[in-house]
């Protein structure tokens, strides 16, 4: 995966320029206040006591189109696609640190990707239709 400040570097309009992309502040997420940008469910934010270096994206691949998703993945040297089923990821992403089941018909897989240099990569996949959501965040 790409360097730390290279990931820090990335903002959502770059992928989404045409998109109508929300500023966001305030947020709440992992016990800690975040700023940043969001189309729907995908968001890309920074910490409020860091505001230049973005530290998560999310993409929800039901909104997030086909080619700018991968445009994204490429740019993070992360060889995941949209579908993936869980076996796909586990073989490609390594162990796993946690399995969240938060409805019957989607799991979420926590890896901890060694690097370096290392991220956090939260994966939800649907029963039928495999990867629906991905997380990236910098520890």
């Known amino acids: 995966m790409i360097s730390h400040a290279r990931f820090g570097k990335l903002r959502l ?22 700023v940043g940008e969001k189309v729907g469910f995908s968001e890309w934010l920074r910490l409020e006591s860091d505001p230049e270096a973005l530290r998560s994206l999310a993409i929800d691949f039901a909104e997030f189109p086909a080619a700018e998703a991968g445009a994204v993945l490429q740019t993070l040297d ?9 076996l796909e990821l586990r073989a490609l992403l390594g162990e796993l640190a946690e399995e969240l089941r938060f409805l019957a ?18 994966c939800t996949v649907l029963n039928d239709g495999g990867l629906s959501y991905l997380m990236v965040m910098r520890p």
């Open 78 to 86: 992360l060889p995941v696609r949209a579908g993936m089923s869980a």
């Open 13 to 34: 309009t770059r992928f989404r320029p045409d998109a109508d992309i929300e500023g966001v502040s305030g947020w709440e997420l992992m016990d800690q206040l975040w």
């Open 105 to 122: 018909d989607r799991v979420t897989y926590e890896f901890a990707v060694a690097g370096p240099p290392r991220y956090n990569v939260s």
